[in-house]
Structure formats: structure tokens, C-alpha cells
């Protein structure tokens, strides 16, 4: 018989460890992660080399304790040759999704560096290079990415990558539905049927997340920043307020179609873990 979850792809997110204790709290994590079953995790990639080696040994630490490991593939900055000697590794460990990123541009660089500039274009050439052997997950942007021109043309850029052979997608954090279903509203009106999966971020620490969403972008509403500010330092409440609230908005999205959700772990499996198996799917 089918589990439930099957139906809904749920997913995680790693980060390469910058030490041996980052390694250690990595490997527990993942240890913990392992049971609920998630369809694959990904492994995030640094601007300018800083942790590339660190992607394609977490990759492969990752499917040694059996997960479906998937790399993102950052275009900035590098090479097309760069870029094939990178997915001909992938596809000799056996790897069959790719998250292609455009990702950020190393400190000094210009916006001229590198051969492909859009996620689009690394799209196109993983087409080119690879045909279909990767499933190939996007970035989405319900609250419109940061750098964005304007919201419409932030849609234009997404639908592109879409047309150049785009699999699937998964968005960036947010704590408003509405976004999510109005971003989907727009993708659907403009013929684009892949799924989109929501990105999850547990809420464990107000000035860590304060920090994040104020770089990428996330949106947090008032009445929430004003919610987990009257918290101050009292973190097992945050965190108790942080499942509850996630994992809310967690089964409204799957209620109302969303096609899986996409864990930001932090590579801390706590807060996943709780708020994964009060998930009515899960049930």
C-alpha cells in the first residue's frame, strides 16, 4: 500500500560543514532525518569555489547513508567547461536531480564574470550537455526575488527557465500563504503546469531569521516579527511558537494542493522532525 507522504514530495535541505564539528552535528541530523523517509535531500553550493568540494562531499556523504542526494549547481562564475566536468561527476555517482541556481556573485566579481549569467541559460546548457538524465528543480519567487526589476519581470525570468527545460521548482521561504497561491495563480495563467514546492523554514531563532529573510528577500509579517519579538531570549518558546506556526501553514499549503513542501533544515533536525510528523499527511 502506498504511504500517504508518497503523494507529497517531501523534501530537505543541507549545507556543506565548515568543520569537524559542523561534520559531526551534520551526520546526526541527517541520521535523525533518514527514517521520515524524504524523497531526496539537497546540498547547497558556495559562490567562487568557497564550498563546491564541500557540495560534492556532502553529496556523496549523503548517499552513502542512503538519502537521494541532489547538488545545486550554481552558473556565476563559471565556466561551461567548469560546468560539464561538474554534471559528468554527478552522473558518474549516479546523481539524477540537479537544483540549477544562478547563485551569488563572489566578493570582487563582476557581473560579467562567467560564461552563463541566468539560471535560464545553466538550464539550457544542462539540456545541452546532459539531455534528460537530471531531473532539473528551479528557483521560484512568490514575494518576488530581491533583485528583481519589478514582479512581472521576476515572473518573465521564472517562466524561462520553465521553457528551457525545467522540471520542477521550489520556492523561496515565506510566511504568507497568500503569496504562494497568488504566485501560483500567475505561473498557471501563463501556461506553466510543472510542479512548484513550497520552501519551509522553521522558525527556531528571531534574530537568525530576522538576518536570512532580510537578505533573500522572505517577507516576515508584522504581527509575526511583533509575535516573536515579545519572545526576546527565550528560545524554547520561539521554538514552540515556531513548530506550531509552521506546521499550520505547512498543512494549509498541502490542503490547499500544494505538491510537497521543501525543508530549509539549517542542518539542525529538531525542528524538521517536529513539525514533519504533525503534518497531515504524515497521520
Known amino acids: 500500500m502506498t504511504s500517504p507522504i508518497a503523494s507529497r514530495a517531501i523534501s530537505l535541505e543541507f549545507f556543506p560543514p565548515r568543520d569537524a564539528a559542523a561534520q559531526a552535528r ?125 514582479a512581472q519581470a521576476d515572473l518573465n525570468h521564472f517562466v524561462n527557465k520553465v521553457q528551457e527545460g525545467a522540471n520542477s521548482a521550489i520556492t523561496q521561504y515565506f510566511f504568507n500563504a497568500d503569496a504562494y497561491y497568488d504566485f501560483m495563480d500567475r505561473v498557471t495563467a501563463r501556461g506553466v503546469s510543472i510542479p512548484v514546492v513550497p520552501g519551509i523554514m522553521p522558525i527556531t531563532n528571531f534574530t537568525q531569521l530576522a538576518r536570512f529573510s532580510s537578505m533573500c528577500g522572505a517577507e516576515i509579517p508584522r504581527w509575526l516579527r511583533l509575535r516573536l519579538a515579545d519572545f526576546a531570549d527565550d528560545k524554547a518558546s520561539i521554538r514552540a511558537f515556531g513548530i506550531d506556526f509552521i506546521r499550520a501553514l505547512s498543512n494549509e499549503l498541502l490542503d490547499n494542493g500544494a505538491p510537497g513542501l521543501h525543508f530549509y533544515t539549517l542542518n539542525n533536525a529538531d525542528a524538521t522532525r517536529s513539525i514533519w510528523e504533525g503534518l497531515a499527511v504524515a497521520r
Open 26 to 150: 551534520l551526520e546526526e541530523s541527517a541520521a535523525q532525518l533518514l527514517p521520515l523517509g524524504p524523497a531526496y535531500v539537497s546540498v547547497t553550493f558556495g559562490a567562487g569555489g568557497s564550498t563546491r568540494s564541500g557540495t560534492l562531499d556532502t553529496v556523496q556523504q549523503m548517499q552513502h547513508l542512503g538519502f537521494d542526494a541532489a547538488p545545486h549547481l550554481s552558473c556565476i562564475g563559471s565556466s561551461r567547461t567548469d560546468l560539464a566536468d561538474m554534471l559528468d561527476t554527478y552522473r558518474g555517482l549516479g546523481v539524477r536531480r540537479i537544483v540549477a541556481l544562478r547563485g551569488d556573485l563572489p566578493s570582487g566579481m563582476g557581473w560579467g564574470a562567467g560564461e552563463l549569467h541566468y539560471a535560464s541559460d545553466l538550464v539550457r546548457f544542462i539540456r545541452e550537455h546532459s539531455g534528460d538524465w537530471f531531473h532539473i528543480e528551479v528557483a521560484a519567487y512568490p514575494e518576488t526575488h530581491p533583485q528583481a526589476t519589478s
